[in-house]
T-cell receptor
Framework: GQSLEQPSEVTAVEGAIVQINCTYQ??????LSWYQQHDGGAPTFLSY????GLEETGRFSSFLSRSDSYGYLLLQELQMKDSASYFC?????????????FGKGTTLSVSS | DVKVTQSSRYLVKRTGEKVFLECVQD?????MFWYRQDPGLGLRLIYF???????EKGDIPEGYSVSREKKERFSLILESASTNQTSMYLC????????????FGPGTRLTVT
């Protein structure tokens, strides 16, 4: 089967840097995605890593190490609006192979 | 912009009722998905479809069925609603060339009493 582990909660202050880790166990790995969901809102896509290394998009970066079955989302210069839940996700390794399996999510609380 | 719409934001049904949740996407995406989201459990996949009339079970299909008669529309059916199906239901779609980027609808908060 497939499983993903991520911390349930993370707290930080405005302007700080926070890292949300995700470890995964899969029978076949294609890549790791990250999604953001504000309270009451729909999840929105943030980033995707298929290869090892760091991908940067503005204040957000995502890292993948395939050998360690590990990735993280790095949020820099935190703002209050970054308070949200963050989910990592991997592609389901079944015959259809089009679905994603999501972690349980990490709730990030940013305080002033 | 991709748009995924769901038929209702809030729905209250009685135990034993048949419930239909509708989802429509306007970007000609091949793949569509139904999830339920509960506190502490994240997003759990109920069913998905990668083509018209095709469907695949996700992690928690029991008590649900789906229908995809047209490419843009994917329906979730609760044959006989039960209180443990009270949840937030999210629909999503993706293209075959963009499997990692799913677009989500606003969700339907279903309460079964």
């Amino acid at each position: 089967g497939q499983s993903l582990e991520q911390p349930s909660e993370v707290t930080a202050v405005e302007g700080a840097i926070v890292q949300i880790n995700c470890t995964y166990q899969t029978s076949g790995f294609y890549g790791l995605s990250w999604y953001q969901q504000h309270d009451g809102g729909a999840p929105t896509f943030l980033s995707y890593n298929a290869l090892d290394g760091l991908e940067e998009t503005g204040r957000f970066s995502s890292f993948l190490s395939r050998s360690d079955s590990y990735g993280y989302l790095l949020l820099q210069e935190l703002q209050m609006k970054d308070s949200a839940s963050y989910f990592c996700a991997v592609r389901e390794a079944n015959q259809a192979g089009t679905a994603l399996i999501f972690g349980k999510g990490t709730t990030l609380s940013v305080s002033s | 912009d991709v748009k995924v719409t769901q038929s209702s934001r809030y729905l209250v049904k009685r135990t034993g009722e048949k419930v239909f949740l509708e989802c429509v996407q306007d970007m000609d995406h091949e793949n569509m998905f139904w999830y339920r989201q509960d506190p502490g459990l994240g997003l759990r996949l109920i069913y998905f479809s990668y083509d018209v009339k095709m469907k695949e079970k996700g992690d928690i299909p029991e008590g649900y069925s789906v229908s995809r008669e047209k490419k843009e529309r994917f329906s979730l059916i609760l044959e006989s609603a039960s209180t443990n199906q009270t949840s937030m239901y999210l629909c999503a779609s993706s293209s075959t060339g963009g499997l990692y980027e799913q677009y989500f609808g606003p969700g339907t908060r279903l309460t079964v009493t």
